[in-house]
């Protein structure tokens, strides 16, 4: 019994595609292995190898399509959440004046916050900053003009 090329090819793919879902977890390799592992049952029982592609190109995009997003959505589990997003577009008083490249201090909802400025302009004390995003425990804000 010879072994067709095909089927190294499509055993190959498998391995590589896995290996790759395995070191980035991202969910996208995953389905080009499982449309490998068809093709390569497709290649066993000596269907045509044009066949076999189409089917291969056909399963991985279905699945990368209509299956990933629900794995994805199942999956993110480390997610926590804390309201802190909504304050995101909302002026802010600064109460500790921000350097640039420093830290400063900002009230916000009754709140005080670390600061940092995005903008390359000192925020003095009681000028208005808009909130452009949160990193850890710091919001990035912008001095209104």
């Known amino acids: 019994m010879t072994i067709d090329i095909m089927v190294i090819i499509w055993f190959s793919l ?3 595609a896995a290996l790759i879902e395995i070191n980035t977890m991202d969910l996208t390799s995953l389905w080009f292995a499982v449309g490998a592992l068809i093709a390569f049952i497709l290649a066993l ?13 056909l ?9 990933r997003p629900i794995v994805k959505n199942y999956f993110k589990t480390n997610v926590i959440g804390t309201n802190s997003d909504r304050l995101i577009g909302k002026v802010a ?5 921000i ?7 900002v009230k916000i909802d009754g709140k005080y916050w670390l600061a940092v400025s995005a903008s390359r ?5 009681d000028e ?15 001095k209104i003009k």
């Open 14 to 16: 498998i391995i590589l």
């Open 45 to 57: 029982v000596e269907v045509n190898p044009i066949i076999q592609v189409i089917v291969f190109g």
């Open 59 to 67: 399963i991985t995009l279905l699945l990368i399509v209509s299956v």
């Open 93 to 97: 008083t600064c109460t500790k004046a």
């Open 99 to 105: 350097k640039v490249g420093e830290r400063g201090e």
């Open 121 to 125: 302009e000192d925020v003095a004390v």
């Open 128 to 142: 208005k900053v808009e909130v452009l995003a949160i990193e850890g425990v710091k919001l990035i804000v912008d």
